[in-house]
């Protein structure tokens, strides 16, 4: 999920910086009220995700919320799960015509075909990538050098030049459904960079990055869930 989601967060607020909430604790406005988008904000989102599985899965799920709000996949990812094998990517990638019908009627996934079958596709092209050294290896490569500072919703960047060159490498491996705004709000999502506003209690969480916009030397990132 990107931080600037237009399904998240309204345009007439994203000008604004951080909520105080009835906890004491800062949150963006998009983590502020909705229950669901709260605890995944304080628990997850932006915590380094540095295992196969993981990292598949957010690609997959984040393709998936592509024109949609992530509260909406947010809410169908028990059903994703379900639907996909707990996104095993060996297991995807022997999907065949069956499966590819089963999911186009399963109503509590996203029942795009075109992105059920880059699901598929992307989970071969997972498994490929391991010649190479791995999805994860691979993704994080793309890390900056420097790490955004918003202060409100309106300074938090949608892509950048990292996410245009992780699409474009990515793409070249096979890869679909993997634009430059999609990579930006995996690599949001999965801690390489830190979008946080900079008054949040979040900021800095991951271990990754330091209060400077720098990585933290042997920071020791910890992990999604931890």
């Not at 345009?11 to 604004?16: I, K, L, N, R, Y």
């Not at 996949?73 to 059903?79: D, E, G, H, Q, V």
Request: aromatic share 8%.
């Amino acid at each position: 999920m990107t931080a600037s989601d237009p399904g998240a967060v309204p345009s007439d607020v994203a000008g604004a910086g951080v909520v105080v909430g009835d906890d004491g604790l800062a949150r963006p406005v998009w983590a502020s009220t909705d229950p669901l988008l709260r605890e995944y904000y304080d628990t997850e989102w932006g915590l380094p995700v540095r295992d196969e599985r993981g990292l598949f899965e957010r690609l997959s799920l984040e393709a998936f919320q592509s024109g949609l709000s992530w509260a909406t996949i947010l809410r169908k990812r028990p059903a994703f799960r379900s639907a996909f094998s707990d996104f095993d990517p060996e297991v995807v990638a022997r999907f065949d015509d069956e499966d590819r019908a089963r999911l186009m009627a399963d109503a509590g996934i996203v029942r795009n075909r075109l992105k059920v079958d880059a699901t598929i596709r992307n989970a071969r092209a997972t498994l490929d990538l391991r010649a190479d050294g791995g999805l994860v290896d691979f993704v994080w490569s793309f890390r900056p050098a420097e790490t955004p500072r918003p202060r409100t919703m309106a300074e938090v960047p949608t892509t950048s030049p990292e996410s245009l060159a992780l699409s474009r490498a990515l793409k070249a491996k096979g890869f679909t459904f993997v634009g430059p705004t999609t990579m930006h709000a995996l690599m949001e999502a999965a801690g390489i960079v830190d979008t946080h506003l900079v008054d949040s209690h979040r900021r800095g969480s991951s271990g990754v990055w330091g209060d400077d916009g720098r990585p933290v030397p042997d920071g020791g990132p910890r992990a999604a869930g931890s």
